[in-house]
């Protein structure tokens, strides 16, 4: 094949390499079609914020992403490898999605740390078991990561015993052990007291400021509107409006997207 | 005092007891009990395991023939399964061995308990297991899955230790059970200790001592069982803070 020709049509033009790619994506629970064709691409660096009201598709959206839950039609691409799927959207090839996982971190509203490992454990799981990194690498960096979101000298503590903001926060560090290409946010604070949402949206700041790819389901206005670089409104399982936070929060065009932002405020 | 002794047999029953007489075949017996115990456990465990994967994730067939399985053990009294098994174990090895050429096989009956145990506990263990499996947060789970391991790396290093708290303490009444049940083998004239202790007690008369020893070693061995598996709770529990202290 042509080089040239490879290059010239290649994605490297657009300076920013493409990190998700969502097309024409259905999702239908039985007879409840809960995404209608939903098309999104994230580059890296970007963040990218999802709302919308409860119900419209939003979870399912980030978890078909990383085949949680599995689509009914559509193409996913990550990273520029399509996912191969089946006729009926479960993925043909179980290497190739667990491939995949490994490099879409995800962080749960309700944290879903191991219970049965401490701290320390729980971010050298996948690092050690999946990505067979040596052991002695893998406690040193998660060492650091958990200081970082402000965890060191937790490391010995099981889930248990600390805060959900704690928890989040070891999720996140737990996230970042696997050097994602991209982390999955769902409502990462929609199960913390209103006190302890502030800790956990500083780490999450902290890493968009460092240039992480993200997808950020969230009901958080405002934090949104700050760390977001590209906002979609998601309703009834379609993409109502997208744009920059500017636009979609400033100027909506809709009058569903005005009707739930002047909800939400 | 000496005739409160005596009343009671004590001297004989100290003689009778001696580890060289009848005493040493109680304790023979009772180490074999505990063999086939300890073999139809671990036997009902794995067999416990897969029934209760199967259970919950197999296909249509698998689960039908899982749940004969259950409900017929769990129906049938014990001692009529043990009869059963035993006598159906032993034909069909006797019929292969005769079809391969060989003579009638003498049954070793350690393994027949084991296998005859085994089974009956594999019953109870696959629906103990089941309900641990069930009652772990499908959160972990997912996070696991989310993270790019593989469906068997899931069951070993989240699925399974998180469901040993659920586990524990049905698995240690499956315990006691089986040693409890290496009794009914008496019937297929095993030397487990119920079985050395008849004998002991018919050849001398001596009913009320052997009995009282053998009563006396199935308690010790539920007390060491009780400890042992309380230190094995409080392991599978780590990590969850107490019911009692942590009430706030
Ligand atoms: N496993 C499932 N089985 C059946 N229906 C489901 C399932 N998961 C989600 N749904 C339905 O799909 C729709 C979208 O759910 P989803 O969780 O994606 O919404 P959401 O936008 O994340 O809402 P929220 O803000 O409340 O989290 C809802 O109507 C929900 O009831
Ligand atoms: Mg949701």
Not at chain 1, 47 to 62: E, Q
Not at chain 2, 162 to 191: H, Q, R
Not at chain 2, 204 to 229: E, N
Request: aromatic share 8%; glycine share 10%; charged share 20%.
């Amino acid at each position: 094949m042509d080089t040239a020709a490879a290059a010239a049509s290649s994605p490297e033009t657009d300076t920013r390499r493409e990190a998700i790619r969502v097309e024409d994506l259905h999702k239908s629970f039985g007879n409840l079609e809960v995404l209608k064709g939903v098309d999104l691409t994230a580059h890296q660096g970007d963040v990218v914020a999802i709302i919308g009201g409860s119900g419209s598709g939003k979870s399912t959206m980030l978890r078909c992403i990383n085949f949680l839950e599995t689509p009914s039609s559509g193409k996913i691409v990550i990273g520029g490898e399509e996912v191969v799927m089946r006729g009926d959207g479960s993925p043909a090839n179980q290497k190739q999605i667990e491939r995949i996982r490994t490099k879409l971190a995800m962080v749960f509203q309700q944290f879903n740390l191991w219970t049965h490992r401490t701290l320390l454990e729980n971010v050298i799981e996948v690092p050690v078991h999946v990505l067979k990194v040596p052991k002695a690498e893998a406690i040193a960096r998660a060492h650091e990561l958990l200081n970082r979101v402000g965890l060191g000298g937790k490391e010995d503590t099981y889930p248990a015993y600390l805060s959900g903001g704690q928890q989040q926060r070891a999720a996140i560090a737990r996230a970042l052990a696997v050097d994602p290409s991209a982390m999955l946010f769902d409502e990462p604070t929609s199960a913390l007291d209103p006190e302890l949402v502030g800790e956990v949206l500083t780490v999450i700041r902290d890493l968009a400021a460092e240039g992480r790819t993200m997808l950020l389901v969230t009901h958080e206005m405002k934090f949104a509107r700050e760390v977001a670089n590209h906002v979609v409104y998601l309703y009834q399982g379609r993409i109502e409006e997208q744009g920059p936070p500017a636009e979609v929060f400033g100027n909506p065009q809709s009058d569903r997207l005005k009707q739930f932002l002047s909800s939400v405020a | 005092m000496t005739g409160l002794f005596e009343l009671l047999g004590l001297g004989a029953s100290a003689e009778l007891l001696s580890l060289s007489g009848w005493g040493g075949n109680l304790l023979r017996g009772l180490a074999n009990s505990l063999q086939i115990a300890f073999g139809a456990f671990g036997l009902g465990l794995v067999i416990g395991l897969f029934g209760a994967y199967g259970k919950l994730y197999g296909g249509k067939v698998t689960r039908d023939l899982l749940a004969i399985y259950t409900t017929v053990i769990r129906a049938v009294p014990e001692l009529v399964l043990i009869l059963i098994l035993y006598y159906v174990g032993s034909d069909i090895i006797n019929k292969i061995s005769e079809a391969m050429g060989g003579g009638r096989v003498e049954i070793n009956g350690v393994a027949a308990g084991i296998w005859v145990l085994g089974v009956v506990q594999g019953a109870y263990a696959t629906e103990v297991l089941r309900g641990a499996i069930k009652a772990v947060p499908v959160g972990q789970i997912e996070a696991a899955k989310s993270y790019g391991m593989p469906a068997f790396m899931i069951m070993r290093r989240v699925t399974i230790p998180a469901m040993m708290s659920f586990a524990v303490p049905g698995l240690a009444n499956l315990w006691l059970i089986a040693t409890k049940d290496t009794a009914l083998l008496a019937v297929v004239g095993f030397n487990e200790l119920t079985l050395e202790t008849r004998q002991a007690a018919s050849s001398t008369r001596a009913y009320f001592t052997f009995f009282l020893a053998a009563g006396f070693l199935y308690l010790m061995v539920t007390l060491c069982s009780g400890a042992v598996f309380a230190r094995v709770e409080k392991w599978a529990r780590r990590g969850q803070p107490s019911l009692k202290g942590g009430a706030r």
